[in-house]
């Protein structure tokens, strides 16, 4: 019997962001070679196996992946996707077809509730703060917003419980805070310079010692605390995988099917890849 996981799609490296953090930014240039008939085809295909558990679909910027829509209304489970947002803020059209798609949930990565430290990290202009809260109180799914501790901007308790409160006037009801990735060359070896540079530089540690602790022992992501009826949770880089992208008890994390059509355990290509379906 296959090994039943989570799959990691990465739909593209293509975005309309340029993150200073974002470890989409690599030397390694894969191609956007499958088009949505092809994901449809490879996804299912392992759904069918039983290889599967959850899909999350990624990029880059996944919502402007073409065929998105099509993409998933065409796979056998509903799946999770992963956005900055722009395009839900911006285009009334597609925000209404988006909107009754049956997806399991939808994570919104907003690096900051101050629309100009926001545009600085993104290095564009995204949305003003009305214009994404009136998008996501569209939204009949589970939202969850994602951010990264980063120093001067999420960098506190007072700052995470600001950020809290933002997701709450959006209506979404978990705010996922992380620890910035790739401090850790080893494991994201792929990296362009300048971002593992950044990220150093920018570093903040989860700033409560017991979950800090927790989530850098156990990997992934750990409840926190409610704030302003929002599900706070922490979560770890994951700086402490093995080669092949698997834990200290040797499990695998994750499939992940990136945009070329290969397919393996790890962001780390090196780790190994096949061509299977």
Known sequence: MPEKLPLNVLLTKKCNARCRF????????TTDRLNWQEFALKINSMIGRKEVTDV?????????????????????????ITTNGHRLAHNPKFLHDFKILPLQALNISIEHYDPKKRDLLARTSLYEN?????????LPFPVRINCLLLKGCIDSVGEISKMAEFA????AKELKIGEVTARNPQIHDFLNPEIIA???????????PVFRLKCHELGGTHFWKEIAGVKVY??????????????????????????????????????GLTNSI
């Open 168 to 171: 709450a006037a959006t209506g």
């Open 22 to 29: 974002c470890v989409e930014e690599t030397n390694e240039r």
């Open 234 to 271: 922490f979560n770890s880089p994951p700086d402490y995988a093995q080669a092949g992208g698997r834990d200290k008890n040797g499990r695998h994390y994750h499939r992940v099917l990136f945009n070329d059509g290969q397919i393996g355990f790890s962001w780390r290509r090196a780790d």
């Open 56 to 80: 999350l679909l990624l990029g880059g910027e996944p919502l402007y992946f073409p065929g998105i829509i099509d993409l998933v209304r065409a796979l056998e489970v509903s799946p999770i």
């Open 130 to 138: 009305d214009e994404i809260v009136a998008a996501v109180k569209q």
């Open 198 to 208: 950044f990220n150093h530089s920018h570093y903040v540690e989860i700033p409560d």
